[in-house]
C-alpha cells in the first residue's frame, strides 16, 4: 500500500546524501555494481546480449489479520522466476513468472489454502544516466502485469495493470552501494466483494548493502506500500512497511545465493516473513 506527500522529500534527500557521499569516497579503481537485494529494484541493467536469472522464495506470516471484526490467520508462500535480458547498453527486457499459495484460517473454520500461479509480470527498463564519481546510477521502469492468476482466491486482481518505477543506485565506497525506489502502480474495473473498484498503488524503498569480504555482503531494506482503493466513490487505504536485514554469498560457479528476513512495521503488514534467492549472470 503505497505513497504519502513525505515520499518526494524523502527521494530527494536520499539522492543528495548518494551523490554526497560518492563524490567524498567512491573509488574508480575498485568500482563493482551491486544488483542483489529482495525488496528494493536496483538501477542497474543487464550488459548488451547478456542474461540474469533469478530465484526466489519466502513466505509471510499475518497472526491477527482484522477482517469484518473478526481475527483472521493467514499465510503467503510465494515462489517466483525472475528472468532479465540485456537488449541493448541502455534497454534491458524482464519476465518475472509468480506462484502463490494462500492459507486463511477464520475463528470457528478450517484452513483454507489456494495455490496457483499469480500475474505475470513483462516489462522494459531505460538507463536514464550512468553512474559515475558523483552521480548515481538512474533508470526507468515500466511493467504490465497480466491478468494469469485466480482473483476469486486473491492469487490476482483479474484484470492488466501498469506500475512505472524509478530507481537509483550508487556506490558510496568501495564496498557500500546505496539504491533507492520509488513507484506508481495502478488497475482499474476490478471486482472486490462483488464490486468494482479501481486501485492505485504507490511504492518507495531504500537499501544499503555493505561487502563484510571478497564473496560475502550483509544487507539492509527498508520497503514501503501505500494502496488505495475507490468504489462508488468510497475509498478504502493502508500502508505497509517492512525493514528487512539479509546476508548474501557468492559461489565460485558463478551463483549468488542469499537470505533475508521481513519485519512488519505497520497494522497493514503481514508481521514478519523471510526469503531465500539465487541469481547468475551469463
Keep these: 500500500m503505497k505513497t504519502y506527500p513525505y515520499l518526494k522529500y524523502i527521494a530527494s534527500v536520499s539522492c543528495s546524501l548518494a551523490l554526497a557521499s560518492g563524490a567524498l569516497f567512491a573509488d574508480e579503481e575498485e568500482e563493482y555494481s551491486h544488483d542483489f537485494l529482495f525488496l528494493v529494484d536496483d538501477a542497474y541493467l543487464e550488459e548488451e546480449g547478456e542474461w540474469q536469472v533469478a530465484i526466489k522464495s519466502g513466505v509471510f506470516r499475518d497472526l ?47 484452513k483454507e489454502t489456494y495455490s496457483g500461479i499469480g500475474d505475470i509480470e513483462v516489462g522494459l527498463s531505460f538507463l536514464l544516466l550512468h553512474e559515475s564519481e558523483s552521480l548515481p546510477a538512474l533508470s526507468l521502469s515500466i511493467e504490465a502485469s497480466a491478468p494469469t492468476g485466480d482473483e476469486d482466491h486473491g492469487l490476482g486482481r483479474g484484470v492488466w495493470g501498469w506500475e512505472a518505477s524509478l530507481g537509483s543506485s550508487k556506490q558510496l565506497s568501495y564496498g557500500l552501494h546505496f539504491h533507492s525506489q520509488l513507484g506508481f502502480e495502478f488497475a482499474n474495473n476490478l471486482v472486490e466483494d462483488g464490486e468494482i473498484a479501481d486501485e492505485r498503488e504507490y511504492s518507495y524503498g531504500f537499501a544499503l548493502a555493505q561487502r563484510v569480504n571478497e564473496t560475502a555482503a550483509v544487507l539492509l531494506e527498508l520497503s514501503g506500500e501505500y494502496e488505495e482503493e475507490r468504489s462508488h466513490g468510497e475509498t478504502e487505504s493502508g500502508h505497509a512497511l517492512y525493514l528487512g536485514p539479509g546476508a548474501l554469498v557468492e559461489l565460485e560457479s558463478g551463483w549468488e545465493i542469499g537470505a533475508n528476513l521481513v519485519v512488519g512495521l505497520t497494522d497493514d503488514s503481514y508481521d514478519w516473513g523471510g526469503g531465500l534467492k539465487a541469481s547468475i549472470e551469463f
Excluded at 471484526?69 to 525472475?82: A, H, I, K, R, W
Excluded at 528472468?83 to 534497454?91: C, K, V
Design 64 to 110: 491477527a489479520a482484522e477482517e469484518d471484526d473478526e481475527v483472521v490467520d493467514e499465510d503467503l508462500f510465494f515462489s517466483e522466476v525472475e528472468i532479465e535480458y540485456g537488449l541493448s547498453e541502455t534497454i534491458s527486457l524482464e519476465l518475472v513468472l509468480p506462484y502463490e499459495r494462500i492459507t486463511v484460517t477464520e475463528p470457528g473454520e478450517e
